[in-house]
């Protein structure tokens, strides 16, 4: 029996070949996280494999392409096309990735979002300087002036990273934005703290005067608590 991806191929339905090439990956992608072609094994060979999905070596070939890439699979020449070990061999960059694929990671990264985000906070109070105060304070009251949830959301996240950024160290700010465009695929389902500009400002607000103020302890207090609230409405809203 045909797949379902080879009717595309022989042109019955005029897609676009990247269109292809995108199902192609997604399929692949799916087989590999759900464990079908396990961390470690090789796939079948490229005819095989192509002619299981019902298209083309080309077409296969760009979807490898694109799974190498994302550090899925790792090809060696004259030996064949194996399945990368990520939770051993792969870096957060995979982490958008596979909350797309299973919710189960976000709970897992909001784990690291506390205690990430907790630290940042204690060790901007002791950093800050008095640009990086104005700055803060400014992006604190964008929160409270968002003209909706969306917005409220993002300008959450901007005080976020300028918190990471009075940190002086750059790891932080990366960790920062490893962590947003981690759970970036399900974003729109986890605006529900931010519903109320005014209420999402002062939920904040704690933890920008602590740091303003240069009290790193109260800073690390209210972050936790602030990081703890915030995870708590998520994932009621997310459920």
Do not use: C
Not at 17 to 41: K, W
Not at 128 to 136: F, N
Not at 158 to 175: D, F, P
Not at 202 to 219: H, I, K, M, Q, S
């Amino acid at each position: 029996m045909a797949h379902p991806l080879s009717h595309w191929e022989d042109g019955v339905a005029a897609l676009p070949r990247e269109t292809i090439v995108d199902v192609l990956e997604g399929r692949l992608r799916e087989d590999i996280l759900d464990g079908r072609h396990p961390a470690g094994s090789y796939l079948p060979p490229e005819r095989t494999l192509a002619d299981g999905y019902g298209v083309t070596r080309t077409t296969l070939k760009h979807a490898f392409g694109r799974l190498t890439q994302a550090g899925l699979l790792e090809t060696r020449h004259g030996v064949g096309t194996r399945v990368r070990d990520y939770l051993r061999l792969g870096g957060a960059d995979l982490l958008p990735m596979l909350v797309r694929h299973s919710p189960d990671w976000i709970g897992e990264v909001f784990e690291v979002r506390r205690g990430v985000g907790a630290l940042i906070s204690e060790r901007a109070a002791l950093r800050v300087t008095d640009r990086q105060r104005d700055e803060l304070r400014a992006r604190l009251a964008a929160v409270r002036g968002a003209p909706d949830a969306d917005a409220v959301q993002l300008a959450d996240i901007e005080v976020h990273r300028a918190l990471a950024r009075a940190t002086g160290n750059r790891v932080y700010v990366l960790l920062t934005n490893t962590l947003f465009n981690a759970y970036l695929p399900v974003r729109a389902a986890l605006r529900a703290p931010f519903t109320d500009p005014q209420a999402a400002h002062e939920r904040l607000e704690p933890v920008v005067n602590a740091v303003t103020a240069g009290d790193a302890a109260a800073a690390r207090r209210a972050a936790e608590h602030y990081l703890t609230v915030t995870e708590r409405i998520m994932l009621e809203g997310l459920a």
